[in-house]
């Protein structure tokens, strides 16, 4: 059974930083894609962003310049730097494994982790 275990959250200062990692365990293949979303109270769940497997990365708007996405294949690993850190970017954030294999699509997620950035 493939578990997504993120790490990494925590609370932080406006303009400070925090790095997320996830880590897949058991036996998954045929990853399309790593992605990191994010929900605040009260709102949906949105898109932060994407890596494809190829190395193809996609930003909300409202990250884009602060956030990075990097992924280690061999390890099913994906990461999360986050810089000049926003309030707004309160949330919790879940790592998503999306797999195709012809015409078979999973999506795996993780359990989340807390990000608050406060003073």
């Known amino acids: 059974q493939v578990q997504l275990v993120e790490s990494g959250g925590g609370l932080e200062q406006p303009g400070g930083s925090l790095r997320l990692s996830c880590a897949a365990s058991?036996?998954?293949?045929?990853?399309?894609?790593m992605g990191w979303y994010r929900q605040a109270p009260g709102k949906e769940r949105e898109l932060v962003a994407s890596?494809?497997?190829?190395?193809?990365?996609n930003y909300a708007d409202s990250v884009k310049g602060r956030f990075t996405i990097s992924r280690d294949n061999a390890k099913k690993q994906v990461y999360l730097q986050m810089n000049s850190l926003k309030p707004e970017d309160t949330a919790v954030y879940y790592c998503n494994f999306h797999t195709e294999y012809i015409w078979l699509r999973s999506d795996y997620w993780g359990q989340g982790t807390q990000v608050t950035v406060s003073s």
């Open positions: 890596i494809t497997s190829g190395g193809s990365t």
């Open positions: 058991g036996t998954i293949s045929n990853i399309k894609a």
